[in-house]
């Protein structure tokens, strides 16, 4: 419900497509049937992980609207402040719309071995929008 409250704005997000497992559809279908969302359940045939299930769903966004930018998210993420994380999905449809492709990310606190990090390039002229330098591999 969280996940989905949190791209209910319909001044910045279009309704919300699901992507989920078969043994979910219920559960999701009434999670956002209680918070008054208008959500597509897509169920995944098989697991594969995210990216399939992305790739499946943007295409899905794409035949619903040609010109539709696809904000991915995970129903696990904490984001404690909503007006932050809308101000920054505006950013970044800005930079989409000027034909990016976009990440989003936190600044690492520290080396971890589990996790390999964005290196920010040149900003793009968007608040807080900055070009990727590189991608850096997690620490051995």
Known sequence: QQALARVSNPDLFAPPIVMTANDFRFFAKTQAESL??????????????SGPAIAAGAALARSRDPGAVVLAIAADHVILDQ??????????????????????????????????????????????????AAFVEKPD
């Open 36 to 49: 008054g969302i208008d959500a597509m359940v897509v169920l995944e045939p098989l697991r594969r992980d």
């Open 83 to 132: 007006d932050v994380f809308e101000a920054t999905c505006a950013a970044g449809l800005e930079a989409a719309v000027a034909g990016n492709i976009v990440t989003f990310g936190i600044l690492p606190a520290s080396p971890k071995t589990s996790y390999g990090y964005i290196r920010r390039g040149e900003s793009l002229g968007i608040a807080g929008v900055a070009k990727v």
